[in-house]
């Protein structure tokens, strides 16, 4: 066959498809693509998006929900936001290094206790996949990054999972995309340290959009921070305002435009900086005065005062004041880590954050207090710690989640096994504790019965599921950290 005919007519053909990419929607592409991979070569489904890359397309793409949604991190925020844009109806690609996570899902599982299988599979009818093939991140319209952001071992923040990311996204830009972080950090981040490694490291020349004169060169910046509350059920998660601060106006329309197809309400800032230091102050205002709960409740076990009675009877009044509750010590990703990101970052302007340290140091000291009541609780009892039989109740972070970071029950396990006690635990969440971050338990979950084989049964993550007066009738000592026990009168108890 003479193939000098055929040559022209397909370049032809490729010109008219190529006219026709121009014009087509995302999804009619990728529908026609999906049925007729011959016709559109590979290399043309990933430069449609860049033939068609003026803002106005692409917020148009994201209203109409054809906007291809790449999430990097599928963990505790990283997976719900996938499912939610899902939900909507956007075609949603989900990337992680964690190939154990990306089989899961590939399979129609779930990993996360709170997310059931089946919302995983709905997702996949809607064309989600999980992947860690980074180079699909060419094919994404917006990409949304929610990778870990913990202290390092001297308590100072630990960028590396965010540039790492980065480094990982670089190659695969393409101009016109949007790049939002969600991860918490301090101020700068977005700008510090993510767009350079991104401007450098990109094949195209792209830089960040700072102004509006869209070139054809550029791509967008946003920062957003996630505000879940893990385990709360009394806020639907698109009712949670989102804060968005792009790196210029176009970017801020764009990332609102995203958010605000699956959030009833976006709050627009006027910087990444300040979507950063948004979150941070939300977080500090926590730990500031879950400290300050903490201390005023040593005080009132020393005057004899009942401190939930208190925090109760102040809580009615109707203005200038919201109630934050004691407890046996800091945990979760967020509360305990996030603060100091910012304590690091003020040094550099020659500034000490007192109120951060400060509430650290009393946060920090939680579990001692906790550890030290357990032995006074016993002590009374005639028993000494060394060789004393104590149950943990609970070792999530906080009640019916499944996240045991930072949790206090981790600390309070070790400091009772130093001093030389035979400690269990117990957590419906946890069937066994592994290898953390900073500790190495390697613990079995004991059954929750014949409680009075324990010296002690120590509460201190109160999960819905325990019914507390049984505990309590069988248990011959119980110390609660969590007033798990309020109502119950029983002289075994001991409230810390
Ligand atoms: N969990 C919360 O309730 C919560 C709430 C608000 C904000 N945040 C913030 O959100 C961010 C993410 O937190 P999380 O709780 O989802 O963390 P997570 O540990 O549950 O999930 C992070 C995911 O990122 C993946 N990952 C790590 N490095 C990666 C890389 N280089 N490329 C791709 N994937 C990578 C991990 O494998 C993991 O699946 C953190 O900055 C956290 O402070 C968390």
Redesign the pocket.
Request: charged content about 30%; overall charge negative.
């Given at each position: 066959m003479d193939s000098s005919v055929e040559v022209p007519v397909c370049f032809a053909f490729l010109r008219k498809l190529r006219a026709k990419v121009a014009q087509s929607s995302v999804l009619e592409l990728e529908r026609f693509h999906a049925t007729h991979p011959r016709f559109i070569p590979e290399n043309l489904m990933t430069t449609y998006s860049a033939a068609d890359t003026s803002v106005d397309q692409l917020k148009t793409r994201i209203q109409n929900h054809q906007a291809r949604v790449g999430i990097?991190?599928?963990?505790?925020?990283?997976l719900p936001l996938a499912l939610l844009y899902s939900e909507q109806k956007f075609r949603v690609t989900g990337?992680?290094?964690?190939a154990r996570?990306v089989d899961t899902l590939a399979k129609g599982g779930s990993y996360i206790y709170r997310i059931a299988a089946e919302e995983v599979q709905a997702a996949k009818t809607n064309g989600f996949e999980a992947t860690a093939d980074f180079s699909q991140l060419t094919a994404m319209d917006a990409i949304i990054i929610?990778?870990?952001?913990p202290l390092n071992e001297y308590h100072e923040p630990d960028l590396s999972?965010i540039t790492?990311?980065t480094h990982?996204i670089a190659p695969h830009l393409r101009a016109g995309q949007l790049v939002v972080l969600?991860?918490?950090?301090y101020p700068g981040t977005t700008e510090e340290v993510m767009i350079p490694i991104l401007e450098k490291e990109n094949k195209s020349g792209l830089k960040a959009a700072r102004n509006e004169a869209f070139t054809g060169k550029e791509f967008f910046v946003a920062f957003s921070?996630?505000?879940?509350d893990?385990g709360n059920t009394t806020v639907a998660r698109r009712d949670i305002p989102k804060v968005v601060g792009g790196l210029n106006p176009q970017a801020s329309e764009l990332a609102g435009a995203l958010y605000g197809s699956i959030f009833n309400r976006t709050v627009p800032v006027s910087s990444p900086a300040v979507a950063e230091m948004t979150k941070l102050l939300e977080n500090i205002y926590r730990c500031v005065n879950i400290a300050l709960v903490n201390e005023l409740k040593l005080l009132c076990l020393r005057m004899g005062i009942d401190i939930w009675e208190v925090i109760e009877a102040a809580s009615t009044k109707p203005f200038g004041f919201h109630p934050f509750y004691p407890g046996p010590g800091l945990g979760?990703?967020?509360i305990p880590?996030?603060p100091f990101y910012l304590s690091w970052k003020a040094k550099e302007w020659d500034f000490r954050t007192r109120f951060i340290e400060l509430a650290g140091e009393i946060n920090t000291n939680m579990p001692y207090h906790v550890l030290a009541s357990v032995a006074s609780a016993l002590n009374r009892h005639k028993k000494s710690l060394n060789g004393s039989r104590v149950l943990v109740l609970g070792v999530a972070y906080k009640k019916d989640i499944d996240?045991l970071r930072e949790s206090p029950s981790l600390t309070i396990i070790e400091l009772l096994q130093k001093d030389g006690a035979q400690v269990s635990y117990h957590d419906p969440y946890f069937p066994f504790i592994g290898k953390g971050r900073k500790y190495d338990l390697q613990m079995k979950c004991a059954e929750l019965k014949d409680l009075g084989q324990y010296d002690c049964v120590l509460i201190v993550t109160d999960h819905s599921d325990y019914d507390f007066p049984t505990i309590v009738r069988e248990a011959k000592l119980v110390v609660d950290t969590r007033n798990a026990t309020r109502g119950i009168e029983n002289a075994k108890i001991v409230r810390c």
């Open positions: 990097i991190g599928l963990g505790y925020v990283g990337f992680d290094i964690d996570k929610c990778v870990p952001t999972y790492d990311t990982s969600e991860s918490t950090t921070p996630e505000r879940e893990p979760g990703h967020c880590v996030d996240d």
